[in-house]
Structures are given as structure tokens and as C-alpha cells.
């Protein structure tokens, strides 16, 4: 007699599961019960062969698919051979050009080597290299690099240069109480409520051992993205860390960008005067969040303050100094001058005007220059301390005047030989914008789609944003959205830099929008058109205000929560049958009161058996609207008869409730 063979012991030499085997001996009329079924020789190489055979199946089916998805990124390839691509093209543009997924080219980029992140930028070599792996042909923007001169790394003239030095911390832990008594001078007298809402360089000189350039950001939350980009062009984080208060939120986020923008740390732990003051908390609460300071066995150099006091301000001055000579700081000096947009501005007299922080070369009163999408020529040039200049050299913040439009924050500034050259890359940056807008304002998600069928819309609440500076609208449009819940959205369809206009007006009467105004003045005449056309204008000077009162519109859009609020108990004592009306249940109300014309409900033994309304609720044979505890009375139930000796009868009523935002959220 041939040998048994079990089931597992097939799969395990064919190295598929134990089901497949079962399967597959099933299908040949072989019976098997469990996978330590046995089966005889003959039959396992029958259910071998079986199984060998679904396999080559499968890998077949695999080959195809991925055969198929070859041929689609080769189509793709095919349809749209050459891409347009110039300096920082972002992966998004790319993907749009080639018809391709996004996720196909993030992917394609990390088998290269490149390190990646969703928002990078990509140079023109990285780029090129990966397009023509996936078989496109690369077009540079020629125009751009005619353009824009091209200078020999090798030979320019490198000088040293200041540190850029950021301060960040949470709210109130004293950035700019440090900064003014570093400048002697008094900042935070003039911010409205005593809080940051800009970005703000200045450039300090210490005595006897040369310049630092310093960056005070805010600390409130909705400025995510200020610190972001303080961050960005940073060579130094001081970390303000108050010692009363410890690590906070905004603490633990501005570690978060220090990390990710990899520039070292110093750490000041401020308000030492305090009696509450504990270094040593501060200290552990860092260590938790990796960064181990000197006296726990790390690199990371911490000094203890008093900004107010000005304690030890001195010792941080030299250690900021001391961490910038280790890094040896130098920018070319000579070739074309380029600078970085921290924060942009729209004056009403003056036209806009940005903070930029030089980064390389020399910039010069009558320079001509493009800056994101925007060409101009230096009209003027202030310092931090509002002293007009002519020249700016490296790591110097300068205001500059004479841009045709407002910059953004974050774009570079270059300068070019001509202002023409200027205005013809502008143009083409602004129509290659143009080109890609429609695009996005077509996507419709299954979401909305189904939500629309359903005909369950959200409800929306329309937004213009006007403000006074770039960095602030940022903010403020990055808080108000974060603000949408599934069942009420934000939407804030325009926002902008600068004064209500007439335009905005109408654009708010057309969409029915609410348009909100930081730091900024509106015209009598605007005001007047508003009240024509029923428009609200709210003006405001600080984020959190904004923050608030759009969190109460909304949460007065919400559907109200449902709440069950029990009115009162009683116990059925008799029961007396009357034809044409139906049981009357004699009551004993033992707890809270009895209304007529709220909802009842019928419990017997701990569980509810009906529910419904009362038809009639009585007091020796009077009609009464309720009933107190200690009272007996006479109740019929609306359309239930079944009623015992011994139930209880719950009143209860369903009232409604404004629910929050946060509930809503977790809803
Ligand atoms: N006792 C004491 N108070 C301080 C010290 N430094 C700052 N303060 C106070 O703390 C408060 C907040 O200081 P700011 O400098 O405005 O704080 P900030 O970090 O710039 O705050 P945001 O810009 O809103 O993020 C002010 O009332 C300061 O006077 C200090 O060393 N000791
Ligand atoms: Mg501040």
C-alpha cells in the first residue's frame, strides 16, 4: 500500500498556503477535511501538478498587470514627449505635464537616490534625470537661462558673513522682550495685545566682535507657517524656552523646524527672575524631545536668562557668536545679487515694498531684479532701522521699494542686467501659473460628488481675506481653514494684501461672502458701498479675535446635538379598561413631574416597550398640562393598551443643543 501523505506537508514543499492545497484536491474529487487530512501518493501528485498549474496562472496574471502599467506610463511618455521644465519646478507641475501620477514620479525620484519630501523643489538636474528614465524628452526653459547670467562658482570671491539667527519659542515666553533689550529697543510696546504677528528682522551689531542678523517670529500657533519659513533661512535657532512655563506646544514645534531645516540649536531658558523658575525642569522636558543640553551629557548649549532683568544676555550674544564661527559662515560677494522675501507689504502711498534678506552679492540702489513672479528695480532701500541705504551685501535685511507687484514670502530675488529680461521672466512664470490653474479648479472629489447626489451640500461660509502684510494672510487663511469640520467648510475665495476694494465688494455680493480685515483701514466710500450691497466688513487687529468669532458663526451652522433630558417617573397602580377610550393607567408619580405633551415611554422590568406620546393626562377627571412627584393621576397612552400593574412610565423630552466645533470634529 502506497504511504500517506498530509496535506501541510504539500504545501509546505510547494510553498503555498494550506487552503490552496484543500482547493485544489477538492476540485479533483479528492476528499479532505482539515490541512492534517492525508491523501495517498497518486492523489499528492495528482493535487501537485494541480496546483503548479494555478500558480503559472498567477505569475501570468502578475506579468500582465505589470506589462499593462508599463505600456500606460509608456503611452503617457508617448502622448507628451517633451516637458517644460526650469529652476525649482515643483513635482506637482511635472506631474500635470506628463499626464502622470504623482506617485509614480516620488517614487521613480526615491529609486534615484534623491532624498524626498511631498513639497520639494526640484533642481533642473534631478528633474531632467528622472524624466528621461521615464522616456520623456526635457526641455529646459532656455529663456530663463539666457537670462538669468550664469557665474562661475569657482571664481567668485567669498566673504564672511553674519549669522541669520531665528527666535522661536511659544507664545509669551519672551522672543521679542529678548530681542528688545538686545537692540535697546521696545518693540513690544507697539505690537497690538502684546503678541507677534509678523515676522521682523533687524541686524545687530555686537561691540567688539561683528554682526548678527535676527529674526524674531511669533509664537501663537496660526503662525505655522511664518516659523516655517523663519526657519528656512536660518543659520541658528534660539530657542526661547520660559522657565516658569517649560516646554510648550509651539516649543515642541519650533524644535520640529529647527530639525527639518537642520540648524543647530541654543537654547535661552528665559524669565530666570521669576520665582517659579526652574532651569533644571526645562532641562528634562527638552531632553524628552531630543534635545540633550551640555549639563545632560549633549551638544546642545543652553544659557540661563532674564530678558527683563537683562541677566546673562551678554553670554548669549557670545555664545550665538561662538556657534557662528565654528560654521564659518561666507557668501560670494561679487556676481549678481539674490535675497530671500521674508515678509511683503502693500502701502497705500507707496505702492509694495518687502523685507528681503540678502544672501549673496551685492545689492544696489537702480539694480533691476525678478523676484518670483514679480519684476522691479530698487527704487529704494531701507535697513532695519529704517535708515536708507544704497548698498546691501550679504546677510543684510533690507526693505526694498519698487516692485511692479507684490512678492510673496519665500520668493528669491535675483537681479538681472536688464529690467526688460525681468518683466520677460516674470511674464512667462505668471502664464505658466495661468496654465496650470484651470486645471486644479476642475477637481471634484468622489466626496463632493456623492455629498451633491445625496443632496446633503455642506454648509459653507464664504470668506475674502484682506490684509496687511503677505506673511499674516498666510497665517490667518492657514488657521480659518483648519477651522472646517465635515459639516461646515470655510472657504476663503480671495484673499489678498492691501485696502477693501470695490472689487472685493462685489465678488462678496456675488458669493455671498463675509470679508474679514486684518490691520487694515477701509474707506468711507467702500464702507457706504458695502452697507449698499448688505456686505459685513470685520476689521480686526489680532488672529485670535478672527480665530474666534469665525469658530462661533460656524458652530451657530451647525445642526444642534440631541439631547434626552428625563422629566419625571411613575409607577402604574391600577388599571382601568373604558370602551371607546382604551386602558387609563392610575398613576403615582414618584420622581420629578409628569407633562402632558412630552414624549413617554413604557418600562416593564428594566427594559422599554414602548414609546410614544400620552393621549391624556388627568387629575380626577380634569385634563391637566403635568404632574408632580407625590401626585396621582390618570394617563392614557397614545395607540398602546398593553399596559400592567407594576410598569413605569418615563416622561422625557428631546432637547436640542449648539454643539462645538471640537465635538463636531469627533462626531
Ligand atoms: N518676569 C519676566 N517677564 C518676562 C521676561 N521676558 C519677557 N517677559 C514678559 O513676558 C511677556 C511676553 O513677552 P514677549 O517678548 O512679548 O513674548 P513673545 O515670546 O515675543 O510672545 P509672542 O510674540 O506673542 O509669541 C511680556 O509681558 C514680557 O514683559 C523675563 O525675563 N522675565
Ligand atoms: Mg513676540
Do not use: W
Amino acid at each position: 500500500m502506497s504511504s500517506k501523505i498530509r496535506i501541510y506537508e504539500i504545501a509546505k514543499e510547494l510553498g503555498v498556503e494550506n487552503s490552496e492545497v484543500i482547493g485544489e484536491a477538492r476540485e479533483l474529487g479528492i476528499e479532505v477535511k482539515s490541512h492534517s487530512s492525508t491523501v495517498t501518493e497518486e492523489e499528492s501528485e495528482l493535487i501537485k501538478q494541480g496546483v503548479a498549474e494555478l500558480q503559472k496562472g498567477k505569475d501570468l496574471k502578475t506579468k500582465t498587470q505589470k506589462k499593462r502599467k508599463k505600456a500606460m506610463e509608456d503611452s503617457a511618455a508617448e502622448k507628451k514627449k517633451t516637458i517644460l521644465i526650469r529652476e525649482n519646478t515643483e513635482i506637482e507641475d511635472i506631474a500635470s505635464q506628463a499626464e502622470l501620477d504623482k506617485e509614480i514620479i516620488v517614487k521613480k525620484f526615491k529609486k534615484a537616490g534623491f532624498s524626498f519630501s511631498s513639497d520639494k523643489k526640484l533642481d533642473i538636474e534631478e528633474a531632467a534625470l528622472v524624466l528621461e528614465e521615464l522616456g520623456y524628452k526635457v526641455k529646459i526653459n532656455t529663456a530663463e537661462k539666457e537670462k538669468i547670467k550664469e557665474v562661475d562658482e569657482e571664481k567668485r570671491k567669498y566673504k564672511l558673513r553674519a549669522p541669520v539667527v531665528t527666535v522661536m519659542g511659544h507664545v509669551d515666553h519672551g522672543k521679542t522682550q529678548l530681542l528688545d533689550t538686545i537692540r535697546k529697543t521696545d518693540v513690544i510696546k507697539r505690537e497690538s495685545g502684546g503678541i507677534t504677528q509678523h515676522i521682523g528682522a533687524s541686524k545687530v551689531t555686537v561691540e567688539g566682535k561683528g554682526d548678527i542678523v535676527f529674526i524674531d517670529t511669533p509664537g501663537h500657533e496660526a503662525f505655522t507657517a511664518m516659523r516655517a519659513r523663519g526657519a528656512q533661512v536660518t543659520d541658528i535657532v534660539v530657542l526661547v524656552v520660559a522657565a516658569d512655563d517649560g516646554v510648550m506646544p509651539q516649543t515642541v514645534e519650533a524644535i520640529n523646524h529647527a530639525r527639518s531645516a537642520d540648524v543647530p540649536v541654543i537654547v535661552a531658558i528665559n524669565k530666570m527672575d521669576l520665582p517659579d523658575a526652574s532651569a533644571e525642569k526645562v532641562r528634562t522636558q527638552l531632553s524628552h524631545n531630543n534635545i540633550i543640553t551640555e549639563e545632560y551629557g549633549g551638544d546642545v548649549i543652553s544659557v540661563e536668562i532674564s530678558a527683563k532683568e537683562n541677566k546673562n544676555i551678554d553670554e548669549i550674544l557670545e555664545m550665538i557668536m561662538l556657534q557662528a564661527e565654528m560654521m564659518e559662515l561666507r557668501a560670494p560677494v561679487d556676481g549678481p545679487a539674490k535675497g530671500v522675501v521674508i515678509e511683503s507689504e502693500l502701502d497705500k502711498r507707496i505702492g509694495p515694498t518687502a523685507t528681503v534678506i540678502i544672501t549673496e552679492g551685492i545689492l544696489n540702489r537702480g539694480d533691476a531684479f525678478i523676484c518670483g513672479m514679480v519684476a522691479g528695480k530698487v527704487k529704494a532701500m531701507a535697513d532695519s532701522s529704517n535708515k536708507r541705504v544704497k548698498k546691501a551685501g550679504p546677510s543684510t535685511p533690507v526693505s526694498i521699494l519698487g516692485f511692479e507687484d507684490l512678492p510673496q514670502t519665500g520668493d528669491k530675488l535675483v537681479v538681472m542686467e536688464e529690467r526688460t529680461q525681468a518683466r520677460g521672466i516674470a511674464q512667462e512664470r505668471r502664464d505658466e501659473m495661468q496654465s496650470a490653474k484651470p486645471k486644479q479648479a476642475e477637481k471634484i472629489t468622489l466626496e463632493d460628488l456623492r455629498k451633491q447626489l445625496m443632496g446633503e451640500e455642506k454648509k459653507e461660509l464664504n470668506i475674502i481675506l484682506k490684509t496687511d502684510m503677505t506673511g499674516s494672510m498666510e497665517a490667518i487663511k492657514d488657521s480659518v481653514m483648519k477651522l472646517s469640520t465635515d459639516e461646515v467648510k470655510i472657504n476663503v475665495i480671495h484673499s489678498g494684501v492691501g485696502s477693501v476694494t470695490k472689487k472685493d465688494i462685489m465678488l462678496a455680493s456675488a458669493s455671498d461672502a463675509v470679508i474679514i480685515g486684518f490691520n487694515i483701514s477701509v474707506p468711507g466710500s467702500i464702507k457706504k458701498e458695502a452697507e449698499k450691497e448688505g456686505i459685513q466688513i470685520r476689521k480686526y487687529r489680532i488672529i485670535y479675535d478672527i480665530i474666534e468669532d469665525i469658530k462661533k458663526a460656524l458652530e451657530g451652522m451647525l445642526k444642534p446635538a440631541e439631547e434626552e433630558v428625563s422629566l419625571g417617573r411613575a409607577e402604574v397602580k391600577k388599571i382601568f379598561k373604558i370602551s371607546g377610550v382604551g386602558t387609563i393607567a392610575g398613576c403615582g408619580v414618584f420622581n420629578g413631574v409628569i407633562r402632558r405633551n412630552a414624549s413617554a415611554r413604557v418600562i416593564r422590568d428594566s427594559r422599554i416597550i414602548y414609546e410614544g406620546n400620552l393621549a391624556a393626562l388627568k387629575r380626577f377627571k380634569k385634563d391637566v398640562s403635568e404632574v408632580a412627584s407625590g401626585y396621582e393621576c390618570g394617563m392614557n397612552i397614545e395607540n398602546f393598551n398593553d399596559i400592567k400593574v407594576g410598569d413605569v412610565i418615563e416622561s422625557y423630552e428631546i432637547r436640542e443643543r449648539k454643539r462645538t466645533l471640537e465635538e463636531a470634529r469627533k462626531d
